[in-house]
């Protein structure tokens, strides 16, 4: 599955690739419509459209959910390990996109993800 060169969120999953070894898939949601602005898998089983949108679904419940809580706060990250991978998601600045990261869990780390992600996601 390609993506989009010379896009912003192409330029982010090309930039989150050449950086990040082990990384299976990586997505970029604009979370208003949920809609995938772009996504990237280096393997047929993962589609990183249909896990983008069904993340994005998450994140829509946990955001009702701090609202039930009526906490004065908002998502930062969500971290999901299992077995073999780890799903790393996190919104923009302004609250408009959702970066969505798949990676081998053998040698991910959440410290250097998160920079990767600073580093490409500007823009965005």
Avoid at 25 to 46: C, N, Q, W, Y
Avoid at 82 to 108: C, M, N, P, R, W
């Amino acid at each position: 599955m390609g993506y989009s060169k010379g896009t912003l969120a192409g330029d982010f999953i090309e930039g989150v690739m050449s950086e990040l070894d082990g990384t299976i898939a990586v997505g970029v949601v604009e979370i208003t419509a949920g809609l995938s602005m772009d996504t990237f898998s280096t393997r047929k089983e993962i589609d990183p459209d249909v896990a983008s949108a069904n993340m994005m679904e998450m994140v829509r419940a946990l955001q009702q959910t701090i609202k039930a809580l009526q906490l004065n706060d908002s998502i930062k990250d969500i971290f999901i390990t299992l077995d073999s991978q780890v799903h790393f998601l996190t919104l923009s600045k302004g609250g408009k996109a959702l970066f969505y990261i798949v990676a081998e869990s053998q040698g991910a780390n959440l410290s250097i993800m998160r920079s990767v992600i600073r580093k490409y996601a500007k823009g965005i």
